[in-house]
């Protein structure tokens, strides 16, 4: 994390950069496919759907531990060390489709997690797992503050920027290292859940 | 594709802001830690005091932010308000879904009530720290 810090010039904007595609802020293309998701999972928490449950959580939680740890641990510091029109240009086309998944999926996978937790009687005071999932609403608290507080405001402001008919670079790099630090402490937290939800799954 | 990245002196990066954003995410950490009590101790009861001070704390918080914010002159208030709107959308519709786990759960009464009024925080906080990162450096 230190090495990308330094590679991002801290001051300065990038004069003579070119700018990159103009991004679209929302794929407006995904949003039935986001519907058809959230009805379905409306319909398995109404209908106490097991299988339904599972699928959601399962699926959901495998998706975003997964793209949390890739972005914040592999393509994070890679993107870190690109230049900055480079990064502008991966920005342009990876942002906007994060700005679709993620909450999708983080909603897909807490709403679930929550009814197949009072199904199993997981929340019981007297369950094994209520120490448990208490240590993971902690930390899952603490990553959607961090999500929602800044990566997802760094992400829609460079967004915003590139969308300028000159975008500043500088606006860009100071948002994108934001960007970077904070999905690598969410990648690191996503280990943690992995380890509590295994626990949960087995005890 | 070929216009050249802006060289102009970055205003926006060192213009003095009032600390919206920082008094929001105070805000929505005392509404997530609301949350996590009252989840917590789901289905049974749990002692309301706890969240409801929370909640105040949570709602000062984003008032005397808003009120810092409604006192800035040269801000680009169209795309706050823009961004503002579209992200409460899709953060009501989050809360929504969240409150709509507790009623299917069961949840009534006083703990149902704290419960809508943190997600009514919840929807707000997130779309307000996105409005305003985003309106913050963009040009009025």
Known sequence: MTDQAQVIPASGPAIGMEA??????????????????????????????????????VAGGALWTSIDLFVGLAI?????????????????????KMVLIM???????????????????????????????????????VMAVIALGVL????????????KPQPNGEIIGKLMRRFVYTAGILGVMQIATVVIMTRVATQ | MTAPVESQPTESLSRRLPP???????????VVVGGIFMASYFPRRPPLA????????????????????????????QTFTLVGRWALLAYVLQAGMIEYAFVRNHASGAPLVVVTL???????????????????????
């Open chain 1, 152 to 163: 997802e405001p760094a992400n829609i402001a460079v967004l915003f920027e590139m969308r």
């Open chain 1, 76 to 96: 994070g510091p890679i993107l870190g060390r690109l230049s900055i029109p480079a990064r502008a240009e991966f920005s342009a086309r990876f942002m906007p």
């Open chain 2, 20 to 30: 919206v954003a920082e008094l929001t995410v105070a805000s929505l950490v005392l």
């Open chain 2, 118 to 140: 943190l997600l009514l925080l919840f929807a707000v906080d997130p779309p307000l720290i996105i409005s305003f990162t985003v309106a913050r450096y963009q040009s009025t």
């Open chain 2, 50 to 77: 706890v969240p409801i001070s929370l909640f105040i704390a949570s709602g000062i918080l984003v008032v005397v932010g808003m009120v810092m914010l409604s006192q800035v002159h040269d801000f680009a208030w």
């Open chain 1, 103 to 141: 909450p999708t999926v983080v909603l897909l996978t807490l709403a679930a997690g929550f009814q197949l937790a009072l199904k199993l009687h997981n929340l019981d005071a007297s369950s094994p797992n209520h120490t448990w999932l208490l240590a993971s609403f902690v930390i899952v608290g």
């Open chain 1, 20 to 57: 990159p595609p103009r991004p679209q802020v929302v794929p407006v293309k995904g949003l039935p496919i986001v519907a058809i998701l959230v009805v379905a999972l409306v319909i398995c928490i109404a209908e106490d759907w097991r299988w339904g449950l599972d699928f959601f959580h």
